[in-house]
């Protein structure tokens, strides 16, 4: 739904605003230099801008946290209506090596709604353009989540349909009674 | 001479190739000791939970569904791709691979989870996995103790409480 709506809404170009929250300015420079010429973004419109207001794609760096939360959420609302949000590097993607510390919140999707994620610490220019390009509908995303799961035999004591709950939670309720 | 040197410069501009690289189309390769997300293989994981224990961003999580099940998942949110699990991994089960073009709208899809069948220590308890295919299957989990019954026999009841010491002696002398 989001790969159609980019190509009719956004057809020409992209305009990128550059939000740091709180990182360590590694994306920021890695962001920098997908836009010099070796790289050279602009080859697909895109563009970097200086106002929320001018653009239709931010591009979130760093946790969200506890001193800037306000700021990025009041960035976000000043952006014009279709518009796409980016959350770029490990701390924007899940908060970062430091995600539990006092002042930083979490990953930004807290504050504000993330529609792409570019995890790496710093993502490489190419991974932030090949993530650009998933969004844009140039390139296919290449991950998969994956999951291994061992052979059922046909006296096993372990029932996969006996487990009851999802994620973290997962119960298997026949455990007590064999 | 300013308009020969002029003149080379333009002569030395004509000679350049282009300097873009024109990405999504075609790739330059990644640097040798380039660290990519972390591969895990199945096959070789013993479930010792040593990358859970390392990793800097608590990213790996270990939990056991029941007795032989133990379940390892990589999450792969905020990875920093640090490359301490493959440094800690004792058996190389884990692999830093040059995979970098990540960028998804699902942050589910980076999460790699293993299911491992692990069996029980008879003397302290703690979950090992065993090391081939002919031992895995003397586990309990693979067949029934009393076939006419279909049923498992639990031959000790001993547990490890209050005095550990002579418990211990106690269960040698089961």
Known sequence: MWKNLCQKMFGRSLWVYHANSGGCNGCDIEVLNALTPYYDVERFGIKLVGSPRHADVMLCQGPAMRSTAQALKRAYEAMPAPKLVFAIGSCACGGGVWFDSYSVLGPVERIVPVNYYIPGCPPRPEAIIYGVAVALGLVNKKTVPVQFKELELPIPRYHRSELRGEGELVVYEKAEKI | ?174
């Open chain 2, 1 to 174: 001479m300013s308009l020969l040197s002029k003149l080379a410069e333009t002569l030395i501009c004509l000679k350049t190739e282009r300097a873009t690289l024109p990405y999504p189309a075609e790739a330059k390769p990644v640097p040798e000791k380039f660290r990519g997300r972390p591969i895990f293989d199945a096959s070789k994981c013993i479930g010792c939970a040593g990358c859970a224990n390392n990793c800097p961003a608590r990213e790996i999580l270990v939990y056991d569904v029941c007795q032989e099940i133990r379940i390892i998942k990589y999450l792969g949110l905020r990875c920093t791709y640090c490359g301490r699990c493959a440094d800690v991994c004792p058996e190389k089960a884990i692999t830093m691979s040059h995979e970098f073009e990540n960028g998804t709208d699902k942050i589910g899809d980076i999460q790699q989870r293993l299911e491992l069948f692990m069996s029980t220590c008879q003397r302290c308890g703690r979950c090992f996995k065993e090391p081939s295919v002919l031992e895995q299957l003397k586990m309990k989990g693979y067949r029934f103790d009393d076939l006419q019954n279909e049923r498992w026999i639990f031959r000790s009841q001993a547990r490890l409480e209050g005095d550990a010491v002579v418990d211990d002696l106690k269960i040698e002398m089961d």
